[in-house]
T-cell receptor
Framework: AAGVIQSPRHLIKEKRETATLKCYPI?????VYWYQQGPGQDPQFLIS???????DKGSIPDRFSAQQFSDYHSELNMSSLELGDSALYFC??????????????FGPGTRLTVL | KQEVTQIPAALSVPEGENLVLNCSFT??????LQWFRQDPGKGLTSLLL?????REQTSGRLNASLDKSSGRSTLYIAASQPGDSATYLC???????????FGTGTRLQVTL
């Protein structure tokens, strides 16, 4: 079965640089979520989109922005990177219109390292 | 604001033992609760999801229960194996298309 795809899997950036993380949800899924997991921490919700509209927002810095495109893939843009942005970034998708359980399926994550 | 905690933070058991992992949440108005497994530096693998209207779910050697009134969920692992060694996370959502609030995780080690 198709899973959530994230790219790149690993990314190394310098401080103050910009990074773009991509997420391709499971086909037919209409909702995308982004989470950040710092070293030794639990995942923290950043932002979500339903049918290309932002549906919820968590502790996402103003330096970060995200959007969901017409093909339902999503991108997380991160500017002015700081050392503290080093983390695993997970994307998850769900099928709000067709799955009453609203199960979120997670991608493998993108490991971002800021030097 | 939903807060989720897990006890114990770490657990070491010999192979073959049955064990219980605990998850507590502060807001009983949850929509569903998911249990995940995470290997070091890896992604999240969904193990079980319990909807608010359910009391338990089973998958193989795993059984998860939910008690909304007491704000608790448990994950029961039967006949533990070394391959079960990982961090187990519970996460609660409070509505459809709602964010998941994760617990602090229990790091499990199953020894030979």
């Amino acid at each position: 079965a198709a899973g959530v795809i994230q790219s790149p899997r690993h990314l190394i950036k310098e401080k103050r640089e910009t990074a773009t993380l991509k997420c391709y949800p499971i086909p037919r899924h209409d909702t995308v979520y982004w989470y950040q997991q710092g070293p030794g921490q639990d995942p923290q919700f950043l932002i979500s989109f339903y049918e290309k509209m932002q549906s919820d927002k968590g502790s996402i810095p103003d330096r970060f922005s995200a959007q969901q495109f017409s093909d339902y893939h999503s991108e997380l843009n991160m500017s002015s990177l700081e050392l503290g942005d080093s983390a695993l970034y997970f994307c998850a998708s769900s099928w709000l219109a067709g799955d009453a359980t609203d199960t979120q399926y997670f991608g493998p994550g993108t490991r971002l390292t800021v030097l | 604001k939903q807060e989720v905690t897990q006890i114990p933070a770490a657990l070491s058991v010999p192979e073959g033992e049955n064990l219980v992992l605990n998850c507590s949440f502060t807001d009983s108005a949850i929509y569903n609760l998911q249990w995940f497994r995470q290997d070091p530096g890896k992604g999240l693998t969904s193990l079980l999801l319990i909807q608010s209207s359910q009391r338990e779910q089973t998958s193989g050697r795993l059984n998860a229960s939910l008690d909304k009134s007491s704000g608790r969920s448990t994950l029961y692992i039967a006949a533990s194996q070394p391959g079960d060694s990982a961090t187990y996370l519970c996460a609660a959502s409070t509505g459809t298309a709602s964010k998941l609030t994760f617990g602090t995780g229990t790091r499990l080690q199953v020894t030979l």
